[in-house]
């Protein structure tokens, strides 16, 4: 859930962070989206905060609850380039990152880019794809590169994965690695819309797609600056000790298979920044991590065969945690 607090701005002329600038941008590129995907105000702003903190989002939810819809709406909203893969189980990595074709011309061997060269990617219904082509993501998605037969070719700036999954236990699907779920910042779940928000979806697809009315409302060069700005948020010792423990305790959870890994604090630092800078602060306080820690944790880690069937659940762990972690008292914003 986004975290309300009192606001705090520091301008850029007084030397610190343009708060104003970056919770400008945050608003208008949200209210851009809340345009077409109504009533999921929380998930929208999640994903706004991924985009600014340079993180990969992967929607999870069933069939017709506007996955790909919002991920288009994001997309459309930034003035950049934009590829969309459609995955089925006959794709190839190659179908993905690009190969190399020989030149009739010259004879000679050349790389032909493939739609992984984009700053906003859409990959629908990713786990259709086989996890030998899943996996061609992974360099990608961690560094901003791509392999091919030994050359590094980057990726352009920004680079953003926005990917939708049915959920795991239907029909021809493939269960996505542990390594490519950790890639991705957020898994967010849209869940259905309640009456009044779904009667607008009605209306407003009646003769097509009301998400083909989006306009973009910001650059690349726009979301660049809103990564490096978020750099600039700060986040006190006590904070970075209290995200830290919380990690930490994940390791010591008897109820855990699998634990959160360092990248996992990183994702969790860097989102809190962002969602700090957001809701025009220029410090991190500990209600921010505490929001963010189901959306990056919660697929990040595992549980046990036992504690699934003592009936726990992933959130019932972090819950646990949370309540055994204390916070930080004091924390403010600096004027």
């Not at 996955?67 to 994001?74: E, P, V």
């Not at 809103?226 to 700060?234: D, F, H, L």
């Amino acid at each position: 859930m986004p975290v309300k607090t009192t606001k705090t701005r520091r301008s850029a002329a007084a030397g610190g962070l343009d708060t104003d600038r970056f919770q400008e941008l945050f608003n208008r590129i949200t209210a851009n989206v809340n345009k077409v995907i109504h009533g999921k105000d929380d998930v929208v702003r999640l994903a706004v905060v991924a985009l600014a903190s340079n993180g990969h989002v992967l929607f999870e939810d069933v069939p017709g609850v506007g996955k790909s819809m919002l991920a288009r709406a994001l997309s459309l909203s930034m003035h950049a380039s934009t590829n969309r893969i459609q995955c089925t189980p006959d794709m190839l990595p190659g179908d993905i990152t690009g190969s190399s074709v020989i030149d009739t011309s010259t004879m000679k061997f050349s790389f032909q880019p493939g739609p992984v060269f984009t700053n906003i990617l859409l990959v629908d219904e990713v786990n259709r794809a086989t996890p030998k082509t899943q996996s061609a993501l992974l360099e990608s998605m961690a560094e901003g590169n791509v392999t091919i037969d030994g050359v590094t070719h980057p990726l352009p700036k920004p680079f953003v994965v926005l990917a939708t999954q049915n959920p795991v236990e239907q029909a021809g699907t493939f269960p996505l690695p542990e390594a490519q779920l950790d890639r991705f910042l957020f898994k967010l779940t849209m869940g259905f819309p309640d009456i009044e928000a779904e009667r607008k979806v009605v209306r407003g697809n009646l003769v097509g797609l009301e998400v083909e009315t989006t306009t973009s409302v910001c650059n690349a060069g726009d979301i660049l600056w809103m990564r490096s700005a978020v750099a600039e948020v700060e986040m006190t010792e006590p904070v970075e000790t209290y995200l830290l423990e919380i990690v930490n305790a994940t390791r010591s959870e008897s109820a855990l298979l699998m634990s959160a890994s360092p990248r996992a604090s990183i994702a969790l630092a860097r989102a809190s920044r962002a969602l700090a800078a957001a809701d025009g602060r220029t410090r991190v306080f500990p209600e921010d991590v505490k929001a963010l820690l189901r959306p990056i944790l919660g697929h990040r880690i595992l549980l046990t065969p036992d504690a699934q069937l003592r009936g726990e659940t992933v959130e019932d762990v972090l819950e646990r945690i949370i309540t055994k972690t204390r916070a930080p008292l004091g924390v403010k914003d600096v004027a």
